[in-house]
């Protein structure tokens, strides 16, 4: 039985409305996400997925609760410490894509290597990632030469690049037609095969539930 890579402890957070009482987004969740697992958060719009998912990747802190990052309290930790958790350990795909515009996706990708802190074999790391992506053939293209399907593909190998031990995917596949959605599906669960990384995606799409080694569902913030 392999530890939790991730671990939270009644995790809660709040936030301030003007003119009443704070809005619960997150209420008193408790999970554990086994090591080398494709876990997938589902629940209606507005649910508190985005929310808890920003907590879980360091981006946000709790108003109340642990989050424990293989066994360490990351919520006691300093910015500085959390910010290189972020950008060694952590890769992060977002809904809206989000690579730099006047980069190339092979440069993209090099970014996140050279922001994690990687020097040696950064050619050959771009490469193979964005030929894992299917992108083999578009790895010189800006991303407004590429379709929208493809600039998160690119997002993908960027957030995988550098070896993280967890991907957070917020809705990774939203924006794509049915096809492309479980292209991605399936790159996730060869990335969990062959590099043992974690995943966390969020989804509202019930046809990709079944790919999931783990499913967590929210309903109003709580954990069902
Ligand atoms: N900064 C904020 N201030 C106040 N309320 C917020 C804030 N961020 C989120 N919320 C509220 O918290 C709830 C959960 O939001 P969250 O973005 O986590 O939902 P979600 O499950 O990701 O939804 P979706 O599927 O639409 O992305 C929502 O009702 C939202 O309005
Ligand atoms: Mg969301």
Redesign the pocket.
């Known amino acids: 039985m392999s530890e939790a890579i991730l671990k939270t402890v009644n995790v809660t957070r709040r ?1 301030p ?1 003007a003119g009443s009482e704070d ?1 619960v ?1 997150v209420n008193g969740v408790s999970l554990e996400i086994p090591r080398g697992c494709l876990a997938i958060l589902k ?1 209606r ?8 998912m920003n907590m879980l990747g360091a981006l946000d802190f709790p108003s109340d609760g642990q989050i424990f990052f293989c066994g360490e309290d990351i919520t006691k930790w300093s910015e500085a410490k959390r910010e290189m958790l972020r950008r060694e350990k952590i890769g992060f795909v977002f809904q809206s894509v989000s690579l730099i515009p006047m980069m190339s996706a092979y440069e993209n990708v090099e970014f996140a290597l050279r922001m994690a802190g990687i020097k040696k074999n950064r050619k050959e790391r771009c490469e193979e990632c964005l030929k894992l992506v299917g992108l083999g053939g578009r790895m010189h293209h800006m991303p407004q030469e590429m379709s929208g399907g493809e600039q998160q593909r690119v997002a993908i190998a960027r957030a995988m690049a550098h070896r993280p031990g967890i991907i957070f995917a917020d ?1 990774p596949t939203a924006e794509l037609d049915s096809a492309t959605a479980v292209n991605v599906i399936n790159l996730f669960r060869e990335m969990v095969e062959k590099e043992n990384v974690t995943i966390v995606m ?1 989804t ?1 799409d019930t046809s990709l539930m079944g790919a999931g080694d783990v499913v967590f569902e ?1 309903e109003d913030g709580r954990l069902l």
Do not use: I, W
């Open positions: 936030f409305v809005f987004a629940g719009s507005g649910s508190g997925k985005t929310t808890l809705e969020t509202h929210l």
